[in-house]
Each structure stands twice: as structure tokens, then as C-alpha cells.
């Protein structure tokens, strides 16, 4: 007799070692796909700028050119960037949607 353990051991290892997803996160993954797709943001940029914006989180000074990156990517443009402070629920937000669509 196979335990509940072994059973859900086998279909991690049936999906390659990642975890099952949760169909509110499925959802939410689909809702933000949408959301991009409308304002014509590729996925892969906004995962790109979300571990730009990690590395602000890491290094303050790396702003600039987090902002510069987000226009460079369509995802803002120059005057949504003329802010000097951190913006640190932005980051936080994009940081979140990146990691949605990447491990999702």
C-alpha cells in the first residue's frame, strides 16, 4: 500500500519537480497575461524589469536605470519615470507579477 507521502512524492515527480498550481494563481497568471497583452507588453519584459527591480531592492543606486530599463521595455514611458524617489509599491507590484508569470 502506497502512503499519502509517496503518492504526492510521485506527482511532483510526475510534473518535473514543480509544484502543483493552485487554480487561483492559474487565474490570476491568466488575468495578468490579458492585462499585458491589452497595454502590448510582452510577458518575458515584465519578468526582465521584476529582477531589475530585485536588484534596486539590493542597490538603491540602480534606480536610473531600472526606470530607463522600464522604458526601454514599453512598460513606461518617459513621463511616468520623471519621479526621484523609489517608488517602492511599484517595485513590490512588478516584482510580484514577474514571479507570478514565471513560475506559473
Request: no cysteine; aromatic share 4%; glycine share 6%.
Amino acid at each position: 500500500m502506497i502512503s499519502e507521502q509517496d503518492k504526492e512524492m510521485m506527482d511532483v515527480m510526475a510534473r518535473g519537480g514543480k509544484k502543483k498550481a493552485d487554480p487561483q494563481l492559474a487565474q490570476a497568471k491568466a488575468d495578468v497575461m490579458a492585462q499585458l497583452q491589452e497595454q502590448g507588453i510582452r510577458p518575458e519584459a515584465m519578468i526582465e524589469l521584476a529582477k531589475a527591480a530585485e536588484m534596486v531592492l539590493k542597490d538603491a543606486n540602480l534606480y536610473p536605470m531600472f526606470l530607463n530599463r522600464a522604458v526601454e521595455l514599453g512598460i513606461a514611458d518617459e513621463d511616468d519615470v520623471k519621479e526621484k524617489a523609489i517608488d517602492y509599491p511599484t517595485l513590490g507590484s512588478i516584482i510580484f507579477t514577474g514571479k507570478l508569470l514565471g513560475e506559473y
